[in-house]
């Protein structure tokens, strides 16, 4: 009789953790938190972010070793660590004393709002236990699981790929001449790439070929080999001309702390014994295991961990519905997100025998349980070694090389793919094309059956109750055999599919076909093989021109989907299944030899080779400052790359504190009847179920008085919060939240903003700008063309959910607000104005928030006054974080736009009159949407003369949720409907779209449609434009596009260059206003307090820096604690990009004044530290606390009037993308991006790199991947989480990205701030060239196809809109005739 164990044993960062009743819901994260180590984060719940990674080390007892592998702690079920060790990015190292992965990616900027950077930390550390001599590539690809907002990842990226070059590992120092060199026994050279003193190259870039000139021209070299300053006297990596980035970087690097393999923590060597089975009668045993729980709440009773096939299959006798969990990858999800129930699992991941590998003579057997990381491994030797019989397992190794990220597949194994038959699996197909069979087991015997026998209906299978899978056998592949498989997604990397492939075909001698299948995924229920196709191949002669149509036409009628098919996307699922044969015959026929293939056909099918990526980034250096302009990094790197950083859920709990969940709407548009909370009031911990009515001041908030805080009568969009429900823990709250019983009487509701337009849903105001006789000039104008322009909604995807902790102090109904806000302010006065008390009893308090752009402005109020409201009714701490689901349901995004317009112009294309009318959608409040249009109806202009113009701003009112503020506040969206307009423009009138750009661009003296003059010392595009224009070889490479172009059919590729010019200030004149209080300490520290928020832009860094510099004190002195209503009141909003000049002139003039105050001290006491001259002043009875404001002058602006100064200033820059298309999927790659940015004179030159590199990357995201869809039948929104909304991955970048800062020809001429400018905005729009230089590259793919047209291409140009875009023979065959569409479609763009 089996002796079961009922606890389990582990290990936590080297100390050995045992835990007897196991909480069998909780995952590894969430005991992991509980324990204290928040420095694992929890970013979406599902897998998908990797803000949650950790490195599990397990003994491999066959191989006599331990191995580690990243994996996401989100989803790792606590009961199945028995016997394994944690390591999270708290037990690498310390601020103090961080372990060098740590360390290199604070030295070298790749931390900004730090939440993600855990999980970042976590897969390259994990990477080097595996493999101390990673090459960049394996570096690359180790974060194809992590997703990072804030950095655009190519900071990430160049610090990671310091560990790829063994004489940089020892790290290096800095000389008394403060350049940074290699280590003595590598070289004596500086340190930056390209000095004449090293061969060997360090992979900085080239301050050289930064600046155009060859390293001879600039260095003469002696017989030393160096230089050394022959042609200088500073040497030659210290000249004026040199690239200072670079020699920043180089002191960075200079500080590295050595890495070495050697010296990294053992395995316990305990731990290898109890997985050995070798442990003393006295010590822990290891068993299998039948864990019981004793909670009453538990979804999960009981857990089964089998150690022997026969074990498990007694279990699963006795409990025949048991769920069987492996990497938990698909049921952690289940669980979460869709609410199932498993009262019983059984652990399968220690059984021995379904991870066996066996080779045959006529193919493979694999253990179903194999992980995909160790089945890709496998793959890759049987390739290897058995290269005349591996077409099988080279297509599975296609399959596998998108398959999620690597943190699940570490954990996730072949038979969960295959066993939860999903239509879309990636494996499935190729497992169907290639004829391989399972091998079914149960406690009575096993059977054997063809997979095509295996999937009998949607997410149903052969296995019978009892039964499981054991192994799957693949066959060899045999002489003149193909098998190939295919996948697109809407984002290459770690993103599900769309449609799923594989193919294969075997020929004779005489080239005729024998034997062919194609499977397909995606196209049907389940996973299915084309007959028809396949029956259309066998016994036809393979190359065969005519056949390939045939092919094509019987997979089109076959396989095509309806116009309401549950997925959507039905004309561009059926191309794309018709788009594979294609590639899989010229590919086939290509490898046979078969038919008149040229070769470089073929290779325009395969999948593009992975380059590495790389970037340059350059400035000049600062030489007239101590401290501001230079470089440093973010003042909390450090604290967030070793996990030390505190976020709103890292705080500990306060006292008996409590979790609040939402009840949230089920309808778009709807009355609500009645609230029934009593079942959930009954539920276990729950305190008390709150609804409108227990608001006991005012339920009413925002800036228009038209939101509620919680319902009194009608819900306007699914997710709106009901009610809230207060319990004991945040499980037993959702739960409970569940199981309060909304009745609704439901209302019509209005979604899409093309809908809204239709039906009149408008608020109430408009913005308009206009300028001379539109009519006239129109009538004037050679050319006029009507259209449309639209672009799309985007999800801010913080990493950080919004959340807050209300804390009440018991007296006088104060109370103590922590929060995830970019808005202290609004926090504090409408928490107040709801609890009925003073703002003064009221403190709001900010660390820092994980990533805001915009979203943590004005929604995250809610979430911080609905939890204040759980605190005063309860007297108790109340926590609510929101779920990446529900935050994106309920937290607002980018507002989509929609134009019509009327442009006139001369037949050379210059701009004579334009008439637009914009739209956007605002769901159902007003929230900041008035000031979301205007921007957007004063950015119409971007970089050009319009003539006259006739411009009409309205917001829609719709069903869904308030759209909100986001990075570049509708700059961009103004801009992308003109930039739009001006591409169908230069279609029309057949006049290259970048002449158009720069013959109407405005010189100096120019006046905007707003009425304000463009001054020469702040005019710099012209001049940007001709130097990118110059520098970066636009007409070289336009004219290498046009022949590759001319000598390629399924691959094209675009280029593009586009401007920005970004007004910096806040619309309503009031909010321009910053303040700060400094106090100096008598030891000579400085804390600084300030109205700005720091969320990842490096605010706190530049004011420290800024107060550094006006005192004369060293960096380190100063300190910023944090942003409260206590220290700095009646904030403006960290928004607008205008906080560090708000906030920034602030701090000088209480800095100014304290210094003027220690001046005549300092004048005295010559040679004192600061500490002893503050101590004298002190004693001297001096003030020595100071409050600074600062209000922006001038500035005012009436629309009623068109008069007054809109903006303070413009940021301006120019972008130059080169992309490449894959036609027959619209998958794309960029090639090459260029960026120069005019940020006046930065506070902080590396991290306003950084913030242009950030920004640029959502930008890029907003135009390509990021898709926001809802259902028009629900009025849900489909697009939830990682799993479903794709932003850019750190594959996704630009291949090679080149920044470089403006230096300007009047440094001082702002009345800015050190004359700097604002930079966190402006650059996002210049995302936009990657859509473009798209654009040009589907312009050249319809050339050939015959397509004349003009284009009318809608943002976000993503894979299916590209593809269809193309309209070649497929597109048209698979379009879906308009009277065909019938029925409500599965999804729709707002």
Not at 166 to 180: E, H, L, P, Q
Not at 210 to 237: L, P
Not at 1002 to 1031: C, I, K
Not at 1192 to 1204: K, L, M, R, V
Request: proline share 4%; aromatic share 6%.
């Amino acid at each position: 009789m089996t002796v079961f164990g009922t606890g389990i044993l582990f290990y936590v960062n080297g100390t050995q953790v045992t835990i007897d009743d196991v909480d069998l819901d909780m995952t590894l994260l969430q005991y992991l938190r509980s324990t204290g180590l928040t420095g694992t984060k929890l970013g979406c719940g599902e897998g998908g972010c990797g803000a949650c990674t950790v490195m599990v080390s397990t003994y491999n007892v066959d191989l006599g070793r331990p191995t580690h592998a990243t994996a996401n702690a989100c989803l790792y079920p606590l009961y199945a660590m028995d016997g394994k060790h944690v390591v999270t990015v708290e037990g690498l190292g310390s601020a103090k004393h961080p372990h060098p992965v740590q360390q290199r990616i604070a030295l070298l900027h790749g931390s900004q709002c730090g939440f993600c950077t855990p999980g970042f930390v976590m897969s390259l550390y994990t990477l080097l236990r595996n493999n101390p001599n990673p090459s960049e590539l394996d570096i690359e690809e180790c974060f194809d699981g992590n997703l990072c907002r804030c950095t655009g990842y190519r900071p990430i990226l160049d610090a990671a790929k310091t560990f790829a070059n063994d004489a940089w590992k020892a790290g290096a120092n800095v000389g008394k001449d403060g350049i940074a060199r290699a280590p003595e026994t590598e070289s004596k050279g500086c340190g930056i790439e390209g000095c004449c003193q090293t061969k060997k190259a360090f992979s900085l870039p080239d301050p050289a070929r930064v600046n155009g000139v060859s390293e001879t021209s600039d260095c003469a070299k002696t017989s030393e080999g160096c230089c050394k300053g022959a042609k200088g006297s500073e040497g030659c990596c210290k000249t004026k001309d040199a690239n200072w980035a670079v020699v920043e970087k180089a002191e960075a690097v200079a500080k590295f702390r050595a890495y070495d393999a050697t010296q990294e923590p053992i395995f316990p060597p305990f731990l290898a014994r109890y997985v050995r089975g070798e442990t003393e009668p006295t010590e822990a045993q290891r068993r299998e295991l039948h864990l019981r729980t004793t909670q009453d709440d538990a979804q999960c009773t009981q857990v089964f961990r089998p150690l022997t096939l026969d074990s498990l299959l007694a279990i699963v006798k006795e409990h025949p519905t048991a769920k069987l969990v492996a990497g938990n990858s698909e049921v952690g999800v289940e669980i979460k997100f869709k609410r199932t129930q498993f009262a019983t699992q059984v652990y399968v991941g220690d059984v021995p025998e379904l991870r066996t590998v066996e080779r045959c003579a006529d193919g493979v057997e694999f253990g179903v349980n194999i992980t995909l990381a160790r089945f890709g491994h496998e793959l890759q030797t049987l390739s290897r070694e058995l290269p005349e019989q591996s077409q099988c397992y080279a297509a599975l190794l296609e399959a596998l090389r998108f398959f999620a990220g690597n943190q699940i597949r570490n954990v996730a194994t072949v038979a969960g793919n295959i066993a939860t038959a999903s239509p879309i699996s990636d494996l499935n197909p190729v497992f169907l094309a290639t004829g391989s069979v399972l091998t079914l087991v149960s406690a009575s015997g096993s059977r054997r059956v063809p997979i095509s026998e295996f999937f009998l209906g949607y997410r149903r299978t052969a296995l019978a109750q009892g039964e499981i899978l054991h192994k799957v056998f693949v066959p060899h592949s045999r002489p003149r055999e193909i098998v190939r498989a295919f996948k697109q997604a809407k984002r290459k990397d770690d993103d599900i599919a769309i449609v799923t492939c594989a193919m294969r075909v075997r020929v004779d001698d005489a080239g005729r076909v024998e034997e062919a299948a194609y499977a397909f995924g995606g196209m049907a229920p389940t996973t299915v093989l084309a007959k028809s196709v396949g029956a259309a191949s066998v016994g036809t002669a393979w190359g065969d021109a005519a056949l390939l149509g045939q092919l094509v036409a019987a997979c089109h009628a076959e396989l095509q989907l309806a116009y309401t098919v549950p997925g959507g996307m039905a004309e561009y699922r059926t191309a794309l299944a018709c788009s594979f044969v294609r590639k899989f015959w010229t590919l086939s026929c290509a490898a046979l030899g078969s038919g008149d293939i040229e070769p470089h056909v073929a290779s325009e099918m395969e999948e593009d080779a992975r380059t590495v990526s790389h970037g340059q980034q350059a400035y000049e250096r600062v030489s007239d400052r101590a401290i501001v302009g230079h470089g440093v990094a973010h003042v909390s790197a450090l604290q967030q790359t070793t996990g030390e950083a505190r976020y709103i859920d890292d705080m500990p709990a306060v006292g008996a504190e409590l979790h609040m969940a939402l009840v949230p709407s089920a309808h778009p548009h709807a009355h609500v009847l009645k609230v029934d909370s009593t079942e959930a009031l009954g539920m276990a911990g729950v305190k008390c179920v709150l609804t409108h009515e227990d608001v006991p001041g005012s339920n009413i908030w925002n800036i228009f008085r038209d939101e509620e805080l919680l319902p009194s009568r009608t819900v306007h969009h699914v997710g709106q919060p009901v009610a809230l429900v207060v319990a004991a823990t945040q499980r037993q709250a959702q739960a409970a939240a569940q199981c309060v019983h909304v009745t609704y009487e439901v209302l019509p509701a209005v979604l899409t903003v093309r809908d809204a337009v239709a039906q009149g849903a408008l608020f109430a105001e408009e913005r308009k700008l206009v300028r001379g006789d539109v009519d006239a000039a129109l009538a004037a104008s050679d050319v006029t063309l009507s259209g449309t322009s639209y672009c799309g909604a985007q999800e801010h995807f913080y990493l950080e959910t919004m959340g807050a902790v209300a804390v009440p102090r018991g007296e006088n109904g104060e109370m103590d607000l922590y929060a995830s806000t970019q808005n202290p302010t609004e926090v504090q006065m409408v928490c107040a104005e709801a609890l009925g008390v003073p703002a003064a009893r009221i403190v709001c308090h900010v660390k820092r928030m994980g990533g805001g752009f915009g979203g943590k402005e004005s929604r995250s109020v809610l979430v911080s006054t609905l939890a204040a409201l759980g605190a005063q009714h309860t007297g108790r701490s109340v926590r609510l974080v929101l779920d990446r689901d529900v935050d994106m349901q309920i937290s607002g995004q980018r507002h989509p736009f929609y134009a019509t317009w009327t442009v006139g112009a001369t037949h050379t294309g210059e701009l004579r009159a334009l008439r637009m009318r914009l739209y956007s959608n605002g769901g159902f409040s007003h929230d900041l949407s008035l000031g979301v249009l205007e921007r957007a109806v004063s950015h119409v202009d971007n970089c050009y003369r319009l003539g006259a113009t006739d411009i009409v701003g309205r917001v829609c009112r719709t069903n869904t949720q308030s759209n909100t503020a986001f990075r570049s506040f509708g700059g961009c969206q103004g801009m992308l409907m003109t930039e739009s307009m001006l591409c169908e423009l230069a279609d029309h009138i057949n006049v290259p779209i970048e002449h158009i750009r720069r013959i109407n661009m405005y010189n100096a003296g120019d006046v905007t449609p707003f009425s304000q003059p463009l001054v020469a010392a702040d005019w710099n595009v012209p001049r940007m434009w001709d130097q990118l224009e110059r520098e970066a070889s636009v007409v070289a490479r336009r004219a290498e596009i046009q022949e590759f172009n001319r000598t390629t059919q399924f691959r094209k590729r675009g280029l593009a260059m586009v401007p920005t010019k970004f007004g910096i200030s806040f619309g309503v004149k009031h909010l321009n206003q910053g303040m700060s209080l400094v106090h100096v300490y008598m030891d000579g520290s400085v804390l600084v307090a300030h109205g700005g928020t720091e969320m990842g832009q490096g605010l706190h860094t530049k004011m420290a820096q800024i107060a550094a510099e006006t005192l004369e004190v060293p960096l380190s002195t100063i300190f910023i604690s944090e942003t409260a209503t206590n220290t700095a009141a009646n904030t403006s909003p960290t928004a607008a990009s205008a906080s560090s000049d708000l906030n920034g002139y602030a701090v000088y003039n209480a800095c100014k004044v304290l210094a003027d105050r220690l001046r005549p001290y300092r004048e005295r006491m010559h040679d004192a530290s600061f500490a002893a001259i503050a101590k004298a002043a002190y004693l001297d009875r001096v003030q020595l606390s100071e409050a600074g404001h600062y209000a922006t002058p001038d500035i005012g602006f009436s629309w009623a009037e068109n008069s007054g100064l809109l903006y303070f200033y413009f940021t301006q820059g120019v972008a130059l993308a080169e992309v490449e298309l894959d036609v027959l999927t619209g998958s794309h790659t960029t090639r090459r991006v260029d960026i120069i940015m005019d940020v006046g004179r930065s506070l902080n030159k590396a991290i306003d790199i950084g913030q242009i590199e950030g920004a640029f990357a959502q930008g890029q995201g907003w135009c390509t991947t990021e898709e926001f869809l809802y259902s028009p039948a629900t009025g849900r929104l489909l697009t939830q989480g990682p799993g479903n909304y794709k932003i850019p991955s750190a594959l996704d970048i630009p291949r090679d990205l080149r920044v470089s800062l403006m230096e300007p020809e009047q440094p001082n001429a702002l009345k800015t701030i050190f004359s700097s400018k604002g930079i966190g905005e402006p650059p996002l729009f210049l995302g936009a060239s990657v859509f473009f230089a798209l654009r040009d590259a589907v312009m050249a793919a319809r050339k050939d196809n015959g397509v004349e047209r003009p284009l009318h291409m809608e943002c976000p140009a993503t894979a299916e809109v590209l593809r269809m875009a193309c309209e070649d023979d497929i597109v048209e065959l698979t379009r879906i005739p308009h009277g065909q569409r019938q029925g409500v479609p599965f999804a729709v763009r707002i």
